[in-house]
């Protein structure tokens, strides 16, 4: 029988780990531990790094795990990268499932950037109310364009003051709506969106929202990784499973 690990912390994860304990499959579900509370899971969960490629490596040793399931987020590169590197090592099976990229439509005004140093370089000069849809922990460099308002939508309340002059972080989970976030933008008065480019339904609206109101987007595109395999749905990933391991999971 399969011993998997799914690395984890999306939506995409959570149904995965869904799938593979509907299917009775030995897995463990591992979370960074980022958020104060995270989602409870239908498998065992362990929760913390690993300590590199290297440490990643020996748990799979210590725990004979032979299949590897990455579905953390497209923006999680580190730890997509150890996994990498881990399975190599150690010959366990690598499979990562991840969302399309968002692809600008009509009526889109997407501005693409390829990090995070060259978003903050993007937004005019000019003071400007702007929303930044990109999570706690890449704000810190907006700080260098103090002349905007930057709306953050956080997980968790921050415990820290925010590190911008001006900010206001409204604390929601997704998934959200369109007609919820082009409230959220018009209540603040937005004028920027910028977003990472995650793909998936969930954050979309932000997007939605963004043409509705014909507001530009500043869109960060996904850090590259080395070759690796990659699905796009569950049920794909529980096929692969299947005929990679003759009992099935
Ligand atoms: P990262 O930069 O790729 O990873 C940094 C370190 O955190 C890794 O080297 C690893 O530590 C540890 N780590 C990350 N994901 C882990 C997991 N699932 N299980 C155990 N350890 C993990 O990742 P990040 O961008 O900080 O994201 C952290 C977590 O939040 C990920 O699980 C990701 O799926 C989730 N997330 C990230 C984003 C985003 O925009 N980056 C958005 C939503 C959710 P060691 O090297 O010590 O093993």
Request: net charge positive; charged share 20%.
């Amino acid at each position: 029988m399969a011993r998997i690990l799914l690395l984890g912390g999306t939506s995409e994860a959570s149904q995965m780990a869904q799938a593979l304990a509907e299917a009775g499959a030995e897995a463990t579900y591992s979370y960074a531990g980022r958020t104060e509370r995270p989602m409870a899971q239908p498998l065992p969960t362990r929760v913390g790094g690993f300590g590199g490629a290297d440490g990643m490596a020996e748990w799979i040793r210590e725990h004979r795990i032979s299949h590897v399931i990455d579905a953390t987020h497209p923006f999680a590169a580190r730890i997509s990268r150890n996994a990498i590197a881990a399975c190599a090592a150690t010959g366990a099976e690598l499979m990562a499932l991840e969302r399309a990229p968002w692809v600008a439509g009509a009526g889109d005004r997407w501005f693409h950037v390829p990090d995070i140093g060259s978003a903050v370089a993007a937004l005019p000069d000019f003071p400007a109310r702007v929303f930044l849809a990109i999570g706690r922990q890449n704000v810190a460099p907006f700080a260098a364009r103090s002349q905007h308002f930057y709306l953050l939508r956080l997980v968790d309340d921050p415990l820290e003051p925010l590190p911008l002059p001006k900010a206001e972080a409204v604390i929601a989970r997704g998934p959200f709506t369109v007609e919820g976030d082009i409230a959220l933008l018009k209540k603040h008065r937005i004028d920027w969106v910028v977003a990472k480019n995650a793909g998936g339904s969930g954050a979309r609206a932000k997007l939605d929202a963004a043409r509705a109101l014909g507001l530009p987007v500043v869109m960060i595109d996904r850090p590259a990784l080395p070759p690796r395999p990659v699905m796009r749905c569950v049920a794909e990933v529980m096929d692969w499973l299947a005929h990679s391991t003759r009992l099935g999971v």
